[in-house]
């Protein structure tokens, strides 16, 4: 829980550790402010937190039900009759948008925890600025203390519980002495051959 919490970890893996953390419930947005939802740690299965590779899954699991659950509420609570779209006024809500001017920042709960996007409009019909932080990001720095001291063949499944989006940190760069070297998946994947050839000869 410590190492989540100082490693800014997000979502699941976060929950996992039994951290209550999830902008739904604390900035509820959109229609989750009218909806009963709450937080998912694994504890409300297992009766207590490990914050290892079963719970991340536990926590997965239960919110697949949860997100079963919040459909059926939507459901129950969509009006009957009536023209509930709102396409009328799409036109005119991008005609205001081309002109806008001035930035926000906007949180939102992704399957993988929270992703942030910072936009800035000047008024033309194109942003100045957008800038994205995906979950993956405040995710992969967590995996140090949940690798230390593990199974190199665990490595894959450890690193797969918190649902890496490998899009969005496709490369890894190592700076030592002022050096860049940027490592392609061949590269990462001869150094962890040699490293475990190295491991099996000792």
């Known amino acids: 829980k410590d190492n989540a919490l100082k490693l800014c970890a997000v979502g699941p893996t976060t929950r996992a550790s039994g951290v209550k953390k999830d902008v739904r419930v604390d900035q509820a947005y959109s229609a989750y402010g009218d909806l009963d939802i709450d937080y998912i740690t694994p504890d409300i299965l297992t009766g ?17 039900e949860q997100s079963l659950d919040l459909i059926e509420q939507c459901l129950d609570r969509m ?31 992704a399957p993988r925890g929270e992703v942030i996007h910072y936009v800035k409009l000047t008024g033309e019909e194109h942003p100045y600025t957008w800038k994205v932080r995906a979950p993956t990001y405040n995710n992969i720095l967590p995996w140090i203390p949940m690798l230390l001291g593990e199974q190199i063949a665990d490595i894959p499944i450890v690193a797969a519980s918190t649902d890496p989006c490998l ?36």
Not at 48 to 64: A, F, S
Not at 175 to 194: A, F, M
Request: proline residues 2%.
């Open 48 to 64: 207590e937190v490990k914050g290892d590779v079963y719970d991340r899954i536990v926590v997965r699991l239960l919110e697949v």
């Open 79 to 109: 009006p009957v009759s009536g023209n509930i779209a709102a396409e009328e006024k799409i036109p005119k809500l991008l005609a205001m948008l081309k002109k806008a001017e001035g930035e926000d920042v906007g949180r939102h709960e």
């Open 167 to 202: 899009s969005c940190t496709n490369r890894v760069a190592i700076v030592e002495n002022g050096k860049k070297n940027i490592l392609t998946d061949e590269d990462l994947h001869r150094l962890s051959v040699e490293k475990t050839r190295r491991l099996m000869r000792k």
